[in-house]
Antibody, heavy 120, light 107 residues
């Protein structure tokens, strides 16, 4: 059974760096073909893909946010970490991590999401 | 970037109705399309992948079709638990992009 869960701060100040951790079970990020992505959703708005990391450490980022994002994995801990620098109130959103369906850049298992508010 | 445009933005329907939601890509994406269902306060749930393949555990009243730039999600007979927001997502190329969502409401 695949499960994912996001953790991190619920409130960050403008200009601060956000660090979110996705802890997962039921699969290994050292297995060929596996990937984990991050997607966010501002309140009342649509989904926005942020980043994706593959089993071989290949990484893909949203071009509009690439300069602010870093995605890493810790295979031994079954974790994926997303950092986003220079947070702004417009970054207020629910952040989801999700398991990439094998051989496709879409997501078949999602975490419950974590709401991050950016405010001074 | 490939833009995904859904229509309608919202639709009202009754239990038992047949509903169709469309998604158009700004350029061809073959069959690299997914449909998700999202209920308030919950994470999205994958319904359809590869444009027409039903994800395991999803009721057969959901179906998807299309290729290239035009896609549809059809719910053959609406059930009370189907009232939610639906999103399409292209999986053809990076950056991955979602549609703006279609809210399905009870009439």
């Amino acid at each position: 059974q695949i499960t994912l869960k996001e953790s991190g701060p619920t409130l960050v100040k403008p200009t601060q760096t956000l660090t979110l951790t996705c802890t997962f079970s039921g699969f290994s990020l050292s297995t060929s073909g596996v990937g984990v992505g991050w997607i966010r959703q501002p309140p009342g708005k649509a989904l926005e893909w942020l980043a994706l990391i593959y089993w071989d450490d290949d990484k893909r980022y949203s071009p509009s946010l690439k300069s602010r994002l870093t995605i890493t994995k810790d295979t031994s801990k079954n974790q994926v970490v997303l950092t986003m620098t220079n947070m702004d109130p417009v970054d207020t959103a629910t952040y989801y991590c999700a398991h990439r369906r094998t051989a496709m850049a879409l997501f078949d298992y999602w975490g419950q999401g974590t709401l991050v508010t950016v405010s001074s | 970037d490939i833009q995904m445009t859904q229509s309608p933005s919202s639709v009202s329907a009754s239990v038992g109705d047949r509903v169709t939601i469309t998604c158009r890509a700004s350029q061809g994406i073959s069959s690299w399309l997914a449909w998700y269902q999202q209920k308030p306060g919950k994470a999205p749930k994958l319904l359809i992948y590869a444009a027409s393949s039903l994800q395991s555990g999803v009721p057969s009243r959901f179906s998807g079709s299309g290729s290239g730039t035009d896609f549809t999600l059809t719910i053959s007979s609406l059930q009370p638990e189907d009232f939610a927001t639906y999103y399409c997502q292209q999986a053809n190329s990076f950056p991955l992009t979602f549609g703006q969502g279609t809210r399905l409401e009870i009439k």
